[in-house]
Structures are given as structure tokens and as C-alpha cells.
Nanobody, 122 residues
């Protein structure tokens, strides 16, 4: 059971990035997938989540209208498209999986990826 996140990098404010998270079959099938982030020196926070069929998504207010979470179940992959990036988006981004519906509470996610670093400079 593994989650592998990728796609991070160093960009300028206003740029875009797309993060990807590939999951093993047992982790991905039927599960809600989510993205969390941990800014430097701060606690981990919820970013976005999407349910198994992709019909339900949730976002933290600070990324609404800029970030889009999606998934390709055939590829066992969840994406986070990030646009109009801001310096405050700088963080290590983690993908996570849980059975059931999307929630912003990290304690309900059972599987976690290793994180990918996003750095946004002004």
C-alpha cells in the first residue's frame, strides 16, 4: 500500500503546477483521495479532497478558485492542479487516502504519501 506524490518544484508567484499522486490498487479503489500541505514551521493543513467517483470535492477556502483536485481511476492517480500560486502556498504537499467521504480531518486518512515540495517565490 503506497502513495507516490510528484510534481513539486520552485516557481514564481502567479505560475501553475500540477501535482500527481499514484496509488497502489488497494489504496485507490473506492477511497477518497486528499491533498494536505505543511508550510515551513507550521502544522499540516487540509487542501482538497475528492471522492471515489469524483462527484464530490472539498477545498480549503484559501485555494478555492485556484486549485482543482481530480482523479483518473484507470491510472490510480489523483491530481492537484494549482494555478495563480502565491508565496503562502509554499509547503510540502502530501496525498492521502481514506475510505468514505471527503473530510478535512487528517486523522481519518489511513494512507499517506511521502510529500513533494512546492516553493513559490514573489
Amino acid at each position: 500500500v503506497q502513495l507516490q506524490a510528484s510534481g513539486g518544484g520552485a516557481v514564481q508567484a502567479g505560475d501553475s503546477l500540477r501535482l500527481s499522486c499514484v496509488a497502489s490498487g488497494r489504496t485507490f479503489r473506492g477511497n477518497t483521495m486528499a491533498w494536505f500541505r505543511q508550510p515551513p514551521g507550521k502544522e499540516r493543513e487540509f487542501v482538497a479532497a475528492i471522492n471515489w467517483i469524483g462527484g464530490t470535492t472539498r477545498y480549503v477556502d484559501s485555494v478555492k478558485g485556484r486549485f482543482t483536485v481530480s482523479r483518473d481511476n484507470a491510472k490510480s492517480t489523483v491530481y492537484l492542479q494549482m494555478t495563480n500560486l502565491k508565496p503562502e502556498d509554499t509547503a510540502v504537499y502530501y496525498c492521502a487516502a481514506r475510505p468514505g467521504n471527503p473530510t478535512q480531518y487528517s486523522k481519518y486518512y489511513l494512507s499517506w504519501g511521502q510529500g513533494t515540495l512546492v516553493t513559490v517565490s514573489s
